[in-house]
Nanobody, 130 residues
Framework: QLQASGGGLVPAGGSLRLSCTAS???????????MAWFRQAPGKEREFVAA????????YYADSVKGRFAVSSEDAKNTVYLQMNSLKPEDTAVYYC??????????????????????WGQGTKVTVSS
């Protein structure tokens, strides 16, 4: 229901763009919630990267990626993107997209929590070489 793509091997300082396409059933309900990117590096816990609410009404970023990554959506294609610039070796991880229908009174906190999401993609691997 969520298909992520775009990962690969890139040198430090380079760029990649990840894509996540949602099935129409999820995306129809996306208007009630949020889509996000998380990542998990080897031996580490999953962490929040960025999230976007429908039509870009609200966007959230982890401090570690602010100013380097940009999340966007293309509603006609049921797709969200993660443009990653100035990549660092510490950005190496498997990146997952996620979606939820839920809405929260405190969205900044809850949309950064993995437990808030109902649907997950299979992950796409990003490797940044030093």
């Amino acid at each position: 229901q969520l298909q992520a793509s775009g990962g690969g091997l890139v040198p430090a300082g380079g760029s990649l763009r990840l894509s996540c396409t949602a099935s129409e059933r999820i995306f129809t309900n996306y208007d009630m919630g949020c889509m996000a990117w998380f990542r998990q590096a080897p031996g580490k816990e999953r962490e929040f990267v960025a999230a976007i609410r429908p039509r870009g009404r609200s966007i959230y970023y982890a401090d570690s990626v602010k100013g380097r990554f940009a999340v966007s959506s293309e509603d006609a294609k049921n797709t969200v993107y993660l443009q990653m610039n100035s990549l660092k070796p510490e950005d190496t991880a498997v990146y997952y997209c996620a979606a939820t229908r839920r809405r929260y009174a405190s969205p900044t906190y809850y949309y950064s929590q993995g437990s808030s999401y109902d649907y997950w993609g299979q992950g796409t691997k990003v490797t940044v070489s030093s």
